[in-house]
């Protein structure tokens, strides 16, 4: 089945302790990218990476770094989570960079940083 | 710079009537798209519409339709003959053609019977 997975589904953590959420692709899609859900503000995108070895911050990539060594996988780390990142957090993929191609949307993490 | 704009956070609709969501947008982007996602309770994130910049009719799936009227910068959601699975939150976004991605603030929607 074609899917984008992420995981955890859920994660309570502390201030300070790293963490990584994990997302990866079956779809052999060259574009891939990471959002954050706030209530009232819609999902606004973290880092994005058009192909293996290239990502790009989006709107909001402060306090996160990414990282795309493979083509499937596109993780998200926190290095000192704060809990203003406590969110809803979904990994996308589409075929191809660009305008004109649907994202695949994971099933979200919800992140609460105590 | 690329923006999107939902002035409706909620709304009701009666089953089987239709709806329309408003969604307008700002790019300097000659190639965009304008895409709709549906959000249940449940909170997965369901692909529902696409319109392309450059396309001259609007998209229809199903039930869905895009009224996209370009000069207006409007792309609204027309869901026809509603149903209470329609019930969930509905975002507009709009991608650029260099990776970037942005979503409107959501439109609630509540079909009652």
């Known amino acids: 089945e074609a899917q984008v997975t992420q995981n955890p589904r859920y994660l309570i953590t502390v201030t300070g302790k790293k963490l990584t959420v994990t997302c990866s692709q079956n779809m052999n899609h060259e574009y891939m990218s990471w959002y954050r859900q706030d209530p009232g503000l819609g999902l606004r995108q973290i880092y994005y990476s058009m192909n293996v070895e290239v990502t790009d911050k989006g709107d909001v990539p402060e306090g996160y770094k990414v990282s795309r060594k493979e083509k499937r996988n596109f993780p998200l780390i926190l290095e000192s989570p704060s809990p203003n990142q406590t969110s809803l957090y979904f990994c996308?993929?589409?075929?191809?960079?660009?305008?004109?191609?649907?994202?695949?949307f994971g099933q979200g993490t919800r992140l609460t940083v105590v | 710079a690329q923006k999107i704009t939902q002035t409706q956070p909620g709304m009701f609709v009666q089953e089987k009537e239709a709806v329309t969501l408003d969604c307008t947008y700002d790019t300097s982007d000659p190639s965009y798209g304008l895409f709709w996602y549906k959000q249940p309770s449940s909170g997965e994130m369901i692909f529902l519409i696409y319109?392309?910049?450059?396309?001259?009719q609007n998209a229809t799936e199903g039930r869905y339709s895009l009224n996209f009227q370009k000069a207006r910068k409007s792309a609204n959601l027309v869901i026809s003959a509603s149903q209470l699975g329609d019930s969930a939150m509905y975002f507009c976004?709009?991608?650029?053609?260099?990776?970037?991605?942005?979503f409107g603030a959501g439109t609630q929607v509540v079909v009652t019977p």
């Open positions: 996308a993929s589409s075929l191809v960079p660009g305008p004109h191609t649907e994202a695949f």
């Open positions: 976004a709009i991608g650029d053609g260099w990776g970037k991605f942005q």
């Open positions: 319109q392309g910049s450059y396309d001259q």
